[in-house]
């Protein structure tokens, strides 16, 4: 997304080439090739422990890189929610900033989209109507964008 436009829902997903094509394909690819070569192995009846580890090592690479990029989106939320907790206590009445203590950790993260003019509402539905981080999303009318997001 070019910093020049503006975020909206439909463009504000962000994808980073190097990890979610780069890296991400290159190790599925060696999963795939490694997998292929441990299929052809057991077909040709002959054992061999090196083709055996680099089809297991191949799979541990892409379960390690997933998990690298869920807990650092963890820790990102985690970051979202003290500052969606910092913000509400400077937007919010006092009644509805204890009820806010109720949201999600998925609800955090979206709300921290809505400017501020429309954000207290916004709360106030989403802790009222159990919204989605999906459903609080589009409804929110002016964007705040997020360009630090991972």
Known sequence: MSEKSPQTYSN???????????????????????????????????????TLWSAVMAVTFILFLLKLRVYALHNQDRLIRVEEQLRMKALLPATLATRALELRPSQYVALRFAGDEEFPGLVQQTLDENLNSEQIKKRISTWRADTFRV
């Open 12 to 50: 504000h997903r962000r994808f980073d080439p190097s990890f979610h094509f780069l890296l991400f394909g290159l190790f599925a690819a060696n999963a795939v090739i490694s997998i292929w070569a441990l299929i052809r192995m057991f077909r040709g009846q002959h054992f061999d422990f090196a």
